[in-house]
């Protein structure tokens, strides 16, 4: 079965210094990964995804992420916080049935002024 | 706008009663996904939907559940004697043939709250 693992449940850095949230995924195939966010009172948005094309992928707001088969994992990288990212970050893999995408738990991000 | 619209916003009920919440996919969709997510936690996947036919129930949607697409458009779902565990936020999301991606756009979510 496919699941995702957000290895941090919050991160906290400053405006101007660089984000990374970390995912590990688990897949018996290729899988197609995606990062979502959420602000607060508002619906999720998509950043980025990957579909076994580039193996970095830019998304949205700066964003981005990196497929690394080897590490089973996709984290995600910003060069430069803004106050505006302060969310709730979400990795997620597509189930193989691609009915359906599973959630990791969230990683909630704060940026400190 | 043209994207997910869910109604009603918020719904506060009192234990045992019914509910219903409604979910307007962006037009060209032909899938429909329904998920909760409970606080500090990712969404779940409750059901899904091509086109009228629901294809797809996870084990969490219990028999107190119903879901419905009649005209492969709109989407309602009904929770019937409601509990205080069903307190969440109940999210649509909708896609369409896009490349191999399917990739799901979210509607704001119903927050219900269970008294």
């Known amino acids: 079965a496919q699941s995702v693992t957000q290895l941090d449940s919050h991160v906290s850095v400053s405006e101007g210094t660089p984000v990374l949230l970390r995912c590990n995924y688990s897949?018996?195939?290729?899988?197609?990964l995606f990062w979502y966010v959420q602000h607060p009172n508002k619906g999720l948005q998509l950043l980025l995804k990957?579909?076994?094309?580039?193996?970095l992928v830019k998304g949205i707001n700066g964003f981005e992420a990196e497929f690394k088969k080897s590490e089973t994992s996709f984290h995600l990288t910003k060069p430069s916080a803004h106050m505006s990212d302060a969310a709730e970050y979400f990795c997620?893999?597509?189930?193989?049935?691609?009915?359906?995408?599973?959630f990791g738990s969230g990683t909630r991000l704060s940026i400190r002024p | 706008d043209t994207g997910v619209s869910q109604d009603p916003r918020h719904k506060i009920t009192k234990r045992g009663q019914n509910v219903t919440f409604r979910c307007d996919p962006i037009?060209?969709?032909?899938?429909l996904y329904w998920y909760r997510q409970t606080l500090g936690q990712g969404p779940e996947f409750l059901t899904y939907?091509?086109?009228?036919?629901?294809?797809?129930k996870s084990r969490l949607l219990s028999d107190r559940f119903s879901a419905e697409r009649p005209k492969g458009s709109f989407s309602t779902l009904e929770i019937q004697r409601t509990e205080q565990g069903d307190s969440a936020m109940y999210l649509c999301?909708?896609?369409?043939?896009?490349?191999?991606?399917?990739?799901?756009?979210f509607g704001p979510g119903t927050r219900l709250t269970v008294t």
């Open positions: 997620v893999v597509r189930d193989s049935s691609a009915s359906k995408i599973i």
């Open positions: 999301a909708s896609s369409g043939r896009q490349g191999v991606s399917y990739e799901q756009y």
């Open positions: 939907f091509q086109n009228e036919a629901q294809l797809e």
């Open positions: 037009s060209e969709h032909n899938r």
């Open positions: 897949s018996s195939y290729s899988p197609s």
């Open positions: 990957y579909t076994s094309a580039a193996t």
